[in-house]
């Protein structure tokens, strides 16, 4: 199959399309950088340069192409826009990433018992409505003729194919190396489901050919608090127990959005619909990650 991935250059979109290339699939993949053209070559990739905002480049190569995987922004309404009208009619696969933000609380690092299903979903915060509201386009265009799937994913930990940085867990590590102090948001008792990085590959990999039209997946394997992990990554830095961090501190360490919500809220959600899929995630658990392998180079 001849897929097109954005964020080819990225943590996650390099990944998928270097489990793409390794499944025996052709892959381009959108970069925006002309030095990302070799890198991506390196794991197989034939480099696209252009942007989200090329609407007129991502339509030729959506229709070119037998499917499409954003990996590149859950924000961006007008590539998906672009992305749906090019698909339009066709029964192509079209998979967009998705983050579990969305049920994110927003709670200062104390935990909650909610836990979010794929069928069940709260209304979204003020700060979630803009990327709800594109998932939910993206399903609608079921509708339209496209095999249209949203992953949203969780916290996502392990080394990818490309050197890049997941989301969440590395900037408690930069700042405890910075600091010397491993710190979380508040007492750090909220919660995130969480998954590795190889095994959302595994599941992209099984949507692109088993994925009924509009169909909504969490992508979760697990999950941990924040004074869980970041505890963890004191003990694999030899330092002393992580230290609880007022929220108004952690802003600015980390900007709102990534303190509010990417470390300081809970998230919360079960992915039913990936195993019914036949997805078997197996890799190490967060935790025994952190304690043997993330210090890898």
Known sequence: MKVFVTGAAGFIGGSIAAGLVKAGHEVLGLVRKPEQLEEVKKIG????LGSLTDRDLLI?????????????SSDNRAAVEAFIDALAGSGKVFLHTSGSSIVGDASGGEGTDNIYYEDKLPAPT???????????????AAN???RSAVLCNTLIYGHGALPRDSVQLPRLLKQARKSGIVRHVGP???IWSNTHIDDVVDLYLLALEKTEAGTFYFV???EASFGEMSNAIARALNLGPAQDWPLEQAKEEWGY??????LGSNSRVRGERARKLGWQPHRP?????IAGDMLRA
């Open 45 to 48: 990739v034939t480099g696209v």
């Open 60 to 72: 030729a190569q959506a229709q070119a192409a037998d499917a499409v995987i954003n990996a590149a």
């Open 144 to 146: 339209k003729g496209v």
């Open 220 to 222: 979760e394997s697990g």
């Open 126 to 140: 003020e700060d979630k409505a803009a990327r709800v509201a594109i998932d939910t386009l993206v399903l609608d």
């Open 257 to 262: 959005e990534m303190a509010s919500y990417g």
């Open 285 to 289: 658990p967060v935790l025994d990650w």
């Open 188 to 190: 750090g008792r909220n």
